[in-house]
């Protein structure tokens, strides 16, 4: 299954963000071979933007890095824009950006931890928790 990662999820692994962190990490570094994860370019900004803040534009980008190479990246082109845009139920653009996003590759499930933000959403959204507890635990 293709899961789509809010920008929250990766900010939390990125600057060891707890309560959120123990959840994030553990489904990102385990080995879940049923589950293929991606966020999008603009995630990844908003991410590093954080990151940066934390713990200094170098690192930052070696931490943006080493995230890349374990997640896929979702395209965001001008199709995924008007669909934000024309999508009556959306009011924060940002969040169907990243809907749109998800749908265009497939995934079947939004983690975030704002969960309101994505009631529109006609696939599964969880918080990390709950995915983890879902998904994820033996």
């Known amino acids: 299954m293709k899961v789509f990662l809010d920008a929250n999820i990766l900010i ?3 600057n060891k963000e707890y309560p959120v962190f123990s959840y994030s990490s553990r489904i990102l570094s385990s ?12 995630c990844l900004a908003i991410a590093f933007y954080f990151s940066e803040k934390k ?5 930052a980008k070696a ?12 395209d965001l082109n001008k199709a995924i824009v008007f669909s934000a845009l024309e999508n009556k139920k959306i009011l ?19 983690i975030t931890e704002d969960l309101s933000d994505f009631y529109f959403s006609g696939i599964e959204v969880l918080d990390s928790r ?5 998904h994820c635990k033996k």
């Open 31 to 42: 080995d879940h071979r049923a589950f293929s994860f991606y966020t999008s370019p603009l």
């Open 130 to 134: 709950s995915f983890f507890e879902k």
């Open 12 to 14: 939390s692994v990125l």
């Open 92 to 110: 924060d653009f940002e969040d169907g950006l990243e809907y749109y996003s998800a749908i265009k590759s497939d995934c079947k499930c939004i």
């Open 55 to 59: 713990s200094g534009r170098t690192l």
């Open 63 to 74: 931490k943006i890095n080493t995230l890349t190479k374990h997640i896929g990246i979702t």
